[in-house]
Antibody, heavy 116, light 106 residues
Framework: VRLEESGGDLVQPRGSLRLSCATS????????MDWVRQAPGKGLEWVGR??????????QYAASVRGRFVISRDESRNSLYLLMSSLRTEDTAVYFC????????WGQGALVTVSS | DIQMTQSPSSLSAPVGGRVTITCRAS??????LAWFQQKPGKAPKSLIY???TLQTGVPSKFSGSGSGTAFSLTINSLQPEDFATYFC?????????FGQGTKVEI
């Protein structure tokens, strides 16, 4: 199993950014996938979830990002995405993608810095 | 939202020692609880899910117990590689919520 995030960058407040999570080693459509973030020196915060294909890839979000962040998948690329809009300074964090309802596998993370 | 209260926030223990970390949920989450280990600058690693089931490859020195609202993680025979921060996660209800973490130091 491999999960690899990319797309982290420095972005201005109110800007947008898309993170990608490239996966391999498992049947992508079978698994729930989540995004979790960690602000510098802080704990872990669940961001949102994409359910598996039998559940129509439906999504769920934390209140802090609902309406600003969108999780999507590209089955042909075995990739998960996090489109982040209206970014705030408090969104600064390392963003991890994870596999499975019990978060059994994690990527290495992508740093997003929101600052002017 | 379900609050996960983890304690202690930090502790010190000797190599070869044993530690127990607790996590308390603000309401009944059955056994939908997982534990993770995180080392500085690294991604979290899954240790336990369903409160007491070891992930594949995790040594049996790690054990989890509990159900409902009270859970614990015990680490036996501490080795230098076990010194890290440990987090619990409830995945029973949305939003999924983590405990604040316990730093285990030598």
């Amino acid at each position: 199993v491999r999960l690899e995030e990319s797309g982290g960058d420095l972005v201005q407040p109110r800007g947008s950014l898309r993170l990608s999570c490239a996966t391999s080693g498992f049947i992508f459509s079978d698994h729930y996938m989540d995004w979790v973030r960690q602000a510098p020196g802080k704990g872990l915060e669940w961001v949102g979830r994409s359910r598996n294909k039998p559940n129509n890839y439906t999504t769920q979000y934390a209140a802090s990002v609902r309406g600003r962040f969108v999780i999507s998948r590209d089955e042909s690329r075995n990739s998960l995405y996090l489109l982040m809009s209206s970014l705030r300074t408090e969104d600064t964090a390392v963003y991890f993608c994870t596999r499975g309802r019990q978060f059994g596998d994690w990527g290495q993370g992508a740093l997003v810095t929101v600052s002017s | 939202d379900i609050q996960m209260t983890q304690s202690p926030s930090s502790l010190s223990a000797p190599v070869g020692g044993r530690v127990t970390i607790t996590c308390r949920a603000s309401q009944d989450i059955s056994s939908y609880l997982a534990w993770f280990q995180q080392k500085p600058g690294k991604a979290p690693k899954s240790l336990i899910y369903a409160a007491s089931t070891l992930q594949t490859g995790v040594p049996s020195k790690f054990s989890g117990s509990g159900s409902g609202t009270a859970f614990s993680l015990t680490i036996n025979s501490l080795q230098p590689e076990d010194f890290a921060t440990y987090f619990c996660l409830q995945y029973s209800f949305y939003p999924l919520t983590f405990g604040q973490g316990t730093k285990v130091e030598i």
